[in-house]
């Protein structure tokens, strides 16, 4: 089974497409929506789950709420991947950038976060990866 969110209505209208060519409606569920309400309506558990939106987020607050959201989603062994954490080297040295804010509580928030062993693989723009115990 896979979930995915997405806010574009135009993204939306070519995932649903994509998906119906693809013969997979029983298996791919699209979530109309912003992820952080949409993520608290889902159960879980998930095996993996795939962050791809952090990038020019105006709150600080909003990357570590993401990664608070989705860590009781993850079953155990679980692995969550959030991808353009290094935003370019940004997130190297101080930033009033609301978006590299984020990205670095967010990347100290899972590196000191008890139920997860992470680490950042450095393959383009950087992709943390988790593992929950």
Wanted: aromatic share 4%; glycine share 8%.
């Amino acid at each position: 089974q896979v979930t995915t969110i997405e806010a574009n209505r135009e993204r939306i209208r070519l995932a649903r497409e994509n998906i119906t060519r693809a013969e997979a409606d029983k298996i791919v569920q699209v979530i109309e929506g912003e992820a952080p309400g949409a993520l608290s309506t889902l159960k879980g558990p998930y095996d993996f789950i795939f962050v791809d939106i952090l990038r020019g987020a105006d709150d600080p607050d909003f990357a570590p709420r993401i990664l608070a959201t989705c860590v009781p989603l993850l079953a155990p062994g679980g692995f969550l991947a959030v991808d353009n954490v290094l935003a370019g080297g940004r997130v190297v040295g101080k930033s009033t950038a609301p978006d590299i804010i984020g990205l670095q509580r967010l990347t100290n928030d899972a590196m000191n976060h008890p139920d997860l062993e992470t680490m950042i693989v450095p393959l383009r723009d950087g992709i943390l990866v988790s593992r929950k115990k």
